[in-house]
């Protein structure tokens, strides 16, 4: 049985659709992170399977259970915001035992449970400590065992690392994984940091306009995302329209090559930075495209070049850092087959 079922579910404010018959499924034990740019409709589906905010149409099921009529507070699930809302005249033991108390815990279970979690969330012997006190990666871990403390059939987060520097995200994403996978948590979380995502994920479900443009593993989004909008949102530069015709196709920069199989016909041609291939511009051959370095940004493992072509778009490439050309310098440029995807049109 899936810990979440949502059917056809669409949420309106007056004239604009937030959610356009969003179907989507979450497994026992899944963790699935709501990707999407501001408006796509991410927070509003959050909220409606909370049940913060009514539905206008659509099911959502928890546990096999229908909870349309069912408040928020008796949904079963746990919630954790990016601004923590933690109580500031509680100490941390006092924030993690609430959802305890609200279900009337016996005492000795609640005063059990919160050191359990304080030792899971790694803030052992914390409990007397005033929320005031801690640093911003600490609260956020107060707010997770808060919302893990009812042992919520699904957890939902909402921007859980969002206020916090990149690096304690970096480390609070593995930790977070980590945790889910021990205690077999369901997760649904929303996020706009696609590393966290991709990071924290069993699934990846992207939103634009208020409806689900693509959901698959991390690896399935990546390398092959559904639309043209996908491709970009993910931040691949290299999408021009072209037509596929037999091992290649055409497109502004001449020829593109195709893996085997490509179905022909108009088309979005996807060629990722890695596929990009930087020679010497007198030994270009092949498609015959030269262009000029425009750019270069150091990326810590390897340097993106970015290419005013002669005739086409601009082109990113990915280079080692002795391998990368000179600002300035003239360069040809081919492609690799294996890093070229074919996207629909438009």
């Avoid at 937030?18 to 927070?43: H, R, Y």
């Avoid at 002795?322 to 600002?327: D, H, I, K, L, W």
Wanted: proline share 7%; glycine share 14%; aromatic share 4%.
């Amino acid at each position: 049985m899936a810990a979440l079922y949502v059917r056809a579910l669409t949420v309106r404010f007056g004239g604009h659709t937030a959610l356009d018959g969003v179907n989507l499924t979450v497994a026992e034990g899944e963790t699935v992170c709501v990707l999407g740019p501001s408006g796509s409709g991410k927070s509003t589906l959050l909220r409606a399977v909370a049940g913060l905010q009514p539905a206008d149409a659509g099911q959502v099921c928890l546990g096999g259970r229908d909870v349309a009529q069912v408040p928020a507070h008796q949904r079963g699930v746990g919630l954790m915001f990016q601004d923590h809302q933690l109580f500031p005249q509680r100490d941390v033991a006092g924030n993690v035992a609430f959802g305890l108390r609200m279900r009337r815990t016996p005492k000795a279970c609640t005063t059990a449970r919160v050191a359990q979690l304080l030792e899971l969330v790694g803030l052992p012997g914390a409990g007397r400590r005033a929320v005031g006190s801690l640093s911003g990666g600490e609260q956020q871990r107060v707010a997770l065992a808060r919302a893990l403390a009812p042992e919520p059939g699904l957890l939902m987060l909402d921007e859980p690392l969002g206020q916090l520097d990149r690096g304690l995200r970096e480390r609070l994403v593995v930790e977070l994984r980590e945790l889910f996978d021990r205690l077999g948590t369901t997760v649904l979380a929303v996020t706009h940091d696609q590393g966290e995502a991709f990071a924290l994920a069993d699934r990846v479900v992207i939103m634009h306009g208020g409806r689900v443009a693509q959901s698959g593993t991390p690896v399935q989004v990546w390398e092959r995302p559904a639309t043209p909008f996908v491709a970009r949102f993910l931040g691949f530069g290299n999408v021009v329209p072209g037509t596929a015709r037999g091992a290649v196709a055409d497109t502004a920069w001449g020829p593109v090559p195709l893996p085997p199989g490509t179905p022909p016909g108009p088309c979005t041609v996807l060629v990722r930075p890695g596929g990009v291939r930087l020679q010497a511009a007198t030994s270009a051959g092949g498609d015959g495209l030269t262009g000029t370095v425009a750019a270069r940004t150091f990326r810590g493992d390897h340097v993106v070049v970015l290419l005013d072509a002669d005739h086409g778009p601009r082109i990113e490439a990915a280079s080692t850092l002795r391998a990368a050309p000179a600002v300035g310098e003239r360069v040809g440029v081919g492609f690799d087959a294996a890093d070229v995807v074919r996207l629909p049109a438009g």
